[in-house]
């Protein structure tokens, strides 16, 4: 579990989280057969609430830190990046051991004022899991910071694994006391997974002896007090957590709203609202699949950008800033295009409900993917606000644009795809002008798009054509169960090979995009390509 380069960093934490996200799919539909939808739509609403507690007490901690470290490291001030680690730990913890009760007490009220009394038992249960996870972002944050991307993959595999497992088992024994039951036993697993993927980060540490690394590094020696580093770590932490908070807390009234909205708007009853809940759960739970590429190239390029802003090197912050901005594109745009091609077979396999909800919403994982890249660009050059500011615009049309329309029994649910779009392509175009403005350049989003997207239509023509008689053949040999995978997995290796030869003949990527990715990927690309792609 070394250090290495910010490209393979980028490849290894793709992987990690595609396995991941994968995992954390095929969970779902196994998840269902034992509690069932109104279990899973349960399971879904105590996990907006438990993804909003996390942005406060986690991920927003986990990327202060690694920007912290990352500027510290750069100027050789490894004790001092070693003691700002260690006080975040400590009262991190004190923090996540606080809210833990807290969200405990309040369990009951939240239950209330989201209109559904099951899922009480299920924030008990997941409870646990803030101070667990609060722990584990401090060491992902360390990791983070210091370039030591091998170590969080593996941790996000592990921690997944045992998340399953624990959660299907506990779902399995708690059922037959009521769905209710069922949905609290699939949330334990969190708790769990995240204890083992800290002990597991915690063992490389020590084998590794990073604090003494760490000192033998250091060329400056301790150089700020612990009141200084507190000081900056919060004064980065705010306005992230913030941020985050604010992200996820338009989710968490989404919950509340949709949930309220179907039942004495729309004239759903509790069961039927719950249902259709939970397929927007499920169709967010797709939609996040490629974003996991994204989180990755965001993870590697937060440090990134801070060591060179903090090192006043602008042309370098430029160019990653071009550079990050370009690899989403080429990565998310496809993506988005394939979910809305092939929703129905991907449905089909993993036994969802809601199919229609993706025809026409995965084309939000673009524009979020985008926005992601966006917040992380000015993060890592200090711009905390300006994503605060723009998310808050986004949040607020969301939720005024789901108010109205999930409350029309003719559009229900899908007014929250609605809602998804507006809440995305504001903050894009505030954003990318806060960019331009703040490192003097002028990026287009438009033009960046434009091959992407072309070559995206011409992949969904290409599947459109290749599924015919793949899916004929399919019929024919009566495949079921597991293996009607095979005839899904081929249309999309046809359409990515579609996509790749599209782009490399419109000439809109480059080996620079490809060695961003990981250098590793060039080498296994066919000369005839090669010969195509621009150095």
Known sequence: MGEQSSKNGFLMLTIAGILSKLLSVLYMPFLNSIIGMEGVGTY???????????????????????????????????????RAFNLARKY???IGV???????????????????????????????????????????GYYQGQNRMTSIAISQVVEQFFNI?????????????GSAFGAAGGTIGTGAGALVATALLLFSFIKNRLDRQA????????????????????????????????QNLGALIDTTLISRRLQFSAGF???????????????????????VIITALVTTVIPAISRNYVLKDRKAVKSNVRLSLRVTMLVIIPCGFG?????????????????????????????????????????????FYSVVKSLMIGIVLKIVCNYTLVGIKGINIYGAIIGGYVCFVFPMIINQRRIN???????????????????????????????????????????????????????????????????????????????????????????FFKKRIKA
């Open 98 to 140: 606080t809210v833990t009760l807290i969200l405990m007490i309040l369990s009951k009220p939240i239950s209330e004022l989201i209109a559904n009394p099951n899922i009480t038992y299920g924030l008990i249960a997941l409870a646990p899991s803030i101070a667990i996870t609060a722990m584990l972002s401090t060491y992902r």
């Open 92 to 94: 991190l913890f004190l």
């Open 339 to 383: 979910l809305s091609v092939l929703c129905n077979e991907i449905y089909e396999v993993l036994h969802y409900q809601g199919a229609s909800l993706m025809v026409t919403g995965a084309f939000v994982t673009i524009f979020m993917a985008i926005v992601q890249t966006q917040s992380a660009i000015l993060q890592g050059t200090n711009e």
């Open 165 to 177: 497992a624990v959660s299907l088992i506990f779902a399995a024994l708690l059922i037959k006391y």
């Open 269 to 291: 009853d509790r069961k039927a609202a719950t249902i259709l809940y939970a397929q927007l759960g499920l169709y967010k739970q797709l939609y996040y699949v490629p974003l």
């Open 215 to 246: 000192r033998s590094r250091d060329i400056a020696g301790i150089t700020v007090s612990r009141k200084e580093h507190l000081t900056v770590l919060l004064s980065y932490a705010f306005p992230i957590i913030l941020s985050n908070g604010m």
């Open 44 to 82: 879904q609403q105590v996990y907006e609430v438990f993804t909003f507690v996390y942005a406060l007490t986690g991920i927003g901690i986990q990327t202060a830190i690694a920007k912290y470290i990352a500027e510290l490291s750069a100027q050789g001030q490894e004790k001092d990046a070693l």
């Open 437 to 527: 403005k703040h490192l003097n350049m002028k990026l287009s989003l438009v033009k960046m798009s434009l091959k992407p997207l072309i070559s995206s239509i011409f992949m969904s023509m290409v599947i459109f054509v290749v599924r015919i008689p793949v899916y004929w053949i399919a019929r024919k040999m009566h495949i079921r169960g597991v293996i009607a995978a095979f005839p899904l997995v081929i249309v999309i290796i046809a359409g990515v090979a579609a996509y790749f030869y599209a782009i490399v003949e419109l000439r809109g990527i480059t080996k620079r995009d490809i060695d961003a990715m990981s250098p590793k990927l060039y080498r296994i690309i066919p000369k």
